[in-house]
């Protein structure tokens, strides 16, 4: 008995081009076929259910803006799939009860469904994922987003990354004794901290502040690191006791040089200052620098690794260190 001659039926019917197929055959082929389609269907439901589960999930960057749009395709991918599943059941059943005691392989012709329904199912996420993406890249939340990223490139190509004061405020009076860095340039900025030092480890030691600086440039899309540089003060309670410490510093730095190729002391006169310079070669990388110093009670180490960007327009390390002897020489 033909139970169909349209739609699914007659492509199963043409299954092999001139070979005519008994109608039985068609019949279970028909089965398997609806029964495939319900088998797609629950499995594209339940991966429908498990994109919108992990877009929720808080690290997830997959169609992370909500909005009509999206819910609408989400929406209308579930109504699809259950239409799809229930008519393949409802087919798929009615032809079963049409086919008992007329063959044995009723059963294997829903069975045989399952493989090839999974696989269908499991395929549907690739071109869900991608209608999701796209609705919810068509959000207003996402217009939002790219409104802000157009704002903050705006404002980011103004200048290099800027870090507020953390540690102390910036009418503490240590930070007038630290570099300023918009005396070293346009394109420099850094943090200011306030490391604190045990009173037993330091009964000597009044105060204490680090500054860290960093000079970039642009280049093409972002702002390109050059110049680093960490600037330690420490405030004794005499100009001895500063001096001491620089001492004891010069002669760690001393005796590494000693033990290796890669390092040269030398010691320099800056406005009537002594600045004991450690400079460290490394295969590979750019001598990088370190100047010791005492100016009064306050104890001055600088730390610099100039930029491996030949293009790049900072100031020459005197230049650092003269303005570091300037600024730790003001009187409080």
């Known amino acids: 008995m033909d139970i169909s001659h349209g739609g699914l039926d007659a492509a199963v019917a043409d299954v092999v081009p001139g070979v005519v197929v008994p109608a039985r055959t068609r019949e279970l082929l028909t089965v398997t076929a609806w029964s495939a389609a319900a088998v797609l269907a629950v499995v594209a439901v339940d991966r429908l259910i498990g994109l919108m589960l992990r877009r929720g999930d808080e690290f997830s960057s997959f169609a992370p803006y909500g909005g009509w749009q999206l819910y609408g395709v989400v929406a209308a991918l579930g109504l699809v799939a259950i239409v799809t599943g229930s008519v393949g059941l409802l087919r798929a059943r009615r032809l079963v009860r049409q086919l008992n005691g007329r063959t044995p392989y009723r059963r ?10 999974l696989f269908l199912g499991i395929g549907t ?3 869900m994922r991608g209608v999701m993406s796209w609705a919810s890249n068509h959000t207003a939340a996402a217009a939002s987003a790219r409104a802000q990223d157009r704002e903050w490139f705006r404002e980011y190509k103004k200048g290099p990354p800027t870090v507020t004061y953390r540690g102390v405020t910036a009418d503490d009076a240590r930070l007038a004794f630290l570099l300023d860095p918009r005396a070293l340039g346009t394109d420099w900025h850094a943090t200011f901290r306030a490391p604190i030092t045990p009173s037993t480890a330091a ?21 390109q690191q050059d110049w680093g ?7 004794f309670q005499t100009a001895n006791e500063a001096r001491s410490y620089v001492a004891q510093e010069t002669r760690k730095d001393t005796e590494i040089c000693a033990c290796t190729t890669a390092g040269v002391m030398t010691t320099r006169n800056i406005a009537g200052v002594e600045v004991h310079v ?30 491996l960007n030949g293009d790049n327009k900072a100031p020459s390390f005197d230049a650092l260190l003269r303005a570091a002897v300037k600024r730790a020489a003001i009187t409080p």
């Open 108 to 117: 294997v012709a829903v069975m045989a469904a399952i493989l090839p329904g």
């Open 125 to 127: 996420v690739t071109p």
């Open 203 to 223: 009964p000597n030691v009044l105060a204490v502040a680090q500054g860290v600086y960093g000079e970039a440039h642009w280049l093409g899309q972002s702002w």
């Open 229 to 235: 540089l960490i600037e330690n003060l420490t405030i």
């Open 278 to 307: 450690r400079t460290t070669y490394v295969v590979g990388y750019t001598p990088s620098r370190r100047a010791t110093f005492a100016v009064g009670n306050h104890s001055i180490r600088l730390f610099a690794i100039p930029p």
